[in-house]
């Protein structure tokens, strides 16, 4: 099994740019497609990247995503940040076996 | 537009038993592999298991193998997640989520969740 690891919070003022780490243990972080989530309070999880940087229709241009193979690592990027985009994020990817696996998530503060 | 809608969730003692329904609309459903996700309230997300378009392949999370069963019928849009022998610590808000036309593909819709609270 392979944890994905996220910072517990992130803090930033509207306006800046965010940007939210997922770190795979073990396998490569390329070998899986790497998906972000976005989920606000009481409300259910919505996709703003899927397979590693890919946004769906409706999202805004300011979410974007990467993977680096030296820090095993994925990045979700929110720039021009809104008192809106606070949020949970969670990063989401999948074992070899196929089984999906998220990350702990990472609180996105906008003050 | 792409719409799920779970149903079937409520309170149940330890040991027994739930079905949780998705209906889906919006997409031809068999087309897809379809998704169970949790989250306990509070927490973050959790799969659950996955099926594939024509049934064929299953596939779940270890602490439900063996309880859990997930299926489908695609002449109906519905997908469903049988729950047996229910523990505390399967209390969550359970999602539907449809994934891509292949097992590890991302999770592009959810539906809004039930919630199912096992608890004597």
């Known amino acids: 099994n392979f944890v994905l690891t996220q910072p517990h919070s992130v803090s930033e003022s509207p306006g800046k740019t965010v940007t939210i780490s997922c770190t795979r243990n073990?396998?490569?972080?390329?070998?899986?497609?790497v998906q972000w989530y976005q989920q606000r309070p009481g409300s259910a999880p919505i996709t703003v990247i899927y397979e590693h940087n890919q946004r769906p229709s409706g999202v805004p241009d300011r979410f974007s995503g990467s993977i680096d193979s030296s820090s095993n690592s994925a990045f979700l990027t929110i720039s021009g940040l809104k008192t809106e985009d606070e949020a949970d994020y969670y990063c989401?990817?999948?074992?070899?076996?196929?089984?999906?696996?998220f990350g702990g998530g990472t609180k996105l503060t906008v003050l | 537009q792409v719409q799920l809608a779970e149903s079937g969730g409520g309170l149940v003692q330890p040991g027994g038993s739930l079905r949780l329904s998705c209906v889906a609309s919006g997409f031809t459903f068999s087309d897809y592999y379809m998704t169970w996700v949790r989250q306990v309230p509070g927490k973050g997300l959790e799969w659950v298991s996955y099926i594939s378009d024509g049934s064929d392949y299953t596939n779940y999370l270890d602490s439900v193998r063996g309880r859990f069963i997930t299926s489908r019928d695609n002449a109906k849009n519905s997908l469903y997640l049988q729950m047996d022998s229910l523990r505390v610590e399967d209390t969550a808000v359970y999602y539907c989520?449809?994934?891509?036309?292949?097992?590890?593909?991302?999770?592009?819709?959810w539906g809004q969740g039930t919630l199912v609270t096992v608890s004597s």
């Open positions: 073990g396998d490569s972080i390329a070998s899986k497609y």
């Open positions: 989401q990817s999948y074992e070899s076996n196929n089984h999906g696996v």
């Open positions: 989520a449809r994934a891509g036309r292949f097992p590890s593909s991302s999770l592009l819709y």
